[in-house]
């Protein structure tokens, strides 16, 4: 089974705050996304990757920025957190373009 | 950029009960998933179904790429099948590698 895992369910941030969102999988799929989820909004894509350093801006990657440097590992980090970055963030992983998606459990991130 | 939309946004079920989820899209795609989000908001694979027909136990779901729709079955509901069922499509584009996803439809389950 394809795993996907988060560094944390739950996090606390203050506004200002670098913070660091990590995603590993452990199933050598060349690409790996970062989305949030919003209430009215639904998924909306933040970054994705389809290999070491590279990456691509999603539909909403003002305020983020990425990092690939090995394979199973994607990294999301707000330079500078604000309480309009509160949200679900979900990290997902596939084998390769048209392959399905997998995702990991989820990081709840709220900033005060 | 392409519209993918779900319908009933809502829907309540008496146990054993039978419903259809819908997933209307505005354009061409070469990939469909249905994901259930559990109550800790885990997105968890139901199908990858960019046509046809495929069953799962209690799921089965149809793509009709050629109409842009696809239809998810549950039968005979459970209390767990309670959650929000999400399509998401990714375009006939080369490298485009982007998922979208509806806005879900919210089941809940009733003993």
């Known amino acids: 089974d394809v795993k996907v895992t988060q560094s944390s369910r739950y996090l606390v941030k203050r506004t200002g705050e670098k913070v660091f969102l990590e995603c590993v999988q452990d199933m050598d799929h060349e690409n790996m996304f970062w989305y949030r989820q919003d209430p009215g909004l639904g998924l909306r894509l933040i970054y994705f990757?389809?290999?070491?350093?590279?990456?691509e801006k999603g539909d909403i990657p003002e305020g983020y920025s990425v990092s690939r440097e090995k394979k199973e590992r994607f990294s999301l980090i707000l330079e500078s957190a604000s309480t309009n970055q509160t949200s679900m963030y979900l990290c997902?992983?596939?084998?390769?373009?048209?392959?399905?998606?997998?995702f990991g459990p989820g990081t709840r991130l709220t900033v005060t | 950029g392409i519209q993918v939309e779900q319908s009933p946004p809502d829907l309540i079920l008496q146990e054993g009960a039978n419903s259809t989820l819908r997933c209307n899209f505005s354009?061409?795609?070469?990939?469909l998933q249905w994901f259930h989000q559990n109550p800790w908001g885990q997105l968890i694979n139901l199908f990858y179904?960019?046509?046809g027909t495929k069953q799962n136990g209690r799921l089965s779901a149809t793509t009709v790429a050629t109409e842009r729709y696809s239809l998810l079955y549950i039968s005979s509901s459970q209390t767990t099948d309670s959650g929000v069922y999400f399509c998401a499509v990714e375009l006939t584009r080369a490298g485009s590698y982007q998922l979208t996803f509806g806005k879900g439809t919210k089941l809940s389950v009733i003993p």
């Open positions: 997902a992983s596939s084998e390769d373009y048209l392959y399905e998606q997998y």
């Open positions: 354009d061409s795609v070469n990939n």
């Open positions: 179904i960019p046509s």
């Open positions: 990757s389809y290999d070491v350093k590279m990456k």
